[in-house]
């Protein structure tokens, strides 16, 4: 069974600073790969998605993220962080050909300080 | 209303109490999900439905029992339920084919359950 992992749990950032969030997959193909941002109180909501092509893919609300086969990782960054960036961020996987049920990590919980 | 709509946004029961969670999703979705998030614990898949037939059930004990009408309806009613079930109950959905994948999925804002 495929899995994602978020190695940090927590992430602390001054704002103005650069941010990388990582994710890694294991999956013997190319997943279907998925960024998501909570804002405390809300839902999920996407910010990015990968499929195929390009492998820097560009999000919402100034974020992108860069696929990289070699190791097997999905990083999300966003050149200069803002207060209001301050959520829980989860990366998620799908097969592609698979189930359409995508199988999410524990989730980043990012700090911002002023 | 567009998006995904949960009711109540917040709800204290007790354990001996019966309630239920209603989501709505006006984005013309065939599946729709339930997904428990408790603080310190990673996102958990509960049920899922796909054009109304449930599809998913993650060993989720009988207290839980989830209702799908149709396609843009989605019930959670609780009966019986202990206090770590407090959590935030988050519903989605998305546009799903089995056997496909590349949809992304849609959230409603949850409901806060708080059992005393």
């Known amino acids: 069974a495929q899995s994602v992992t978020q190695p940090d749990i927590h992430i602390t950032v001054s704002e103005g600073a650069s941010l990388e969030l990582r994710c890694n997959y294991s999956y013997g193909a190319t997943p279907y790969l998925f960024w998501y941002v909570q804002s405390p109180g809300q839902g999920l909501q996407l910010l990015l998605k990968?499929?195929?092509?390009?492998?820097l893919v560009q999000g919402i609300k100034g974020f992108e993220a860069e696929f990289k086969r070699s190791q097997s990782s999905f990083n999300l960054r966003k050149p200069s962080v803002h207060w209001s960036d301050a959520a829980e961020y989860f990366c998620a996987s799908q097969e592609p050909g698979g189930s359409y049920i995508p199988t999410f990590g524990r989730g980043t919980s990012l700090i911002v300080h002023p | 209303e567009t998006g995904v709509t949960q009711t109540p946004r917040h709800l204290v029961m007790g354990m001996t109490n019966k309630k239920s969670l209603k989501c709505e999703q006006h984005?013309?979705?065939?599946?729709m999900y339930w997904y428990k998030q408790s603080a310190k614990k990673p996102l958990e898949l509960m049920f899922v439905?796909?054009?109304?037939?449930?599809?998913e059930n993650n060993s989720v004990p009988s207290r839980f029992s989830p209702e799908c009408p149709n396609s843009s309806h989605l019930f959670l009613h609780l009966h019986t339920l202990q206090p770590e079930d407090s959590a935030l109950y988050l519903c989605?959905?998305?546009?799903?084919?089995?056997?496909?994948?590349?949809?992304?999925?849609?959230f409603g804002p949850g409901t806060r359950l708080t059992v005393t």
């Open positions: 989605a959905s998305s546009q799903a084919t089995p056997g496909l994948a590349g949809e992304e999925q849609y």
């Open positions: 984005l013309g979705h065939n599946a």
């Open positions: 439905y796909n054009f109304k037939e449930q599809t």
């Open positions: 990968y499929f195929s092509g390009d492998t």
